[in-house]
């Protein structure tokens, strides 16, 4: 059995993070990422699950809430994300799609 990983929670982003306005900011940022996970059939059953019931102050996104794929992409590029947040900029949705074409 294979170990979870982590790849980001909500108290990394607030009020842990850097330039992170607020709580509502940070919910927005993984609001963004469920829908596009989502959108592109990146979630596991059990990813399903948790994007129904919300984003919650202990929200965190991990290796068990994603398929293959959507693994794969997380583990080649979402730390280039992290890097790029822009809490007050709409552009996510943007680069996540970039990383389904890399």
């Known amino acids: 059995m294979s170990k979870i990983k982590v790849y980001d ?3 990394w982003h607030f009020p842990e993070g850097n330039n992170c306005p607020n709580i509502d900011a940070a919910k927005n940022h993984f609001e963004v990422i469920m829908k596009w996970l989502s959108k592109n059939d990146l979630l596991s059953k ?9 984003i919650g102050s202990d929200f ?6 994603l398929t293959e794929r959507g693994n794969h992409i997380f583990e080649n590029h979402y730390s280039k994300l992290l890097k790029e947040i822009d809490y007050k900029s709409e552009d996510t949705f943007n680069k996540l799609e970039k990383f389904l074409r890399s």
């Open 9 to 11: 929670k909500l108290t």
């Open 46 to 54: 059990e990813g399903k699950e948790v994007y129904v019931l919300g």
């Open 60 to 65: 965190s996104i991990n290796s068990a809430m």
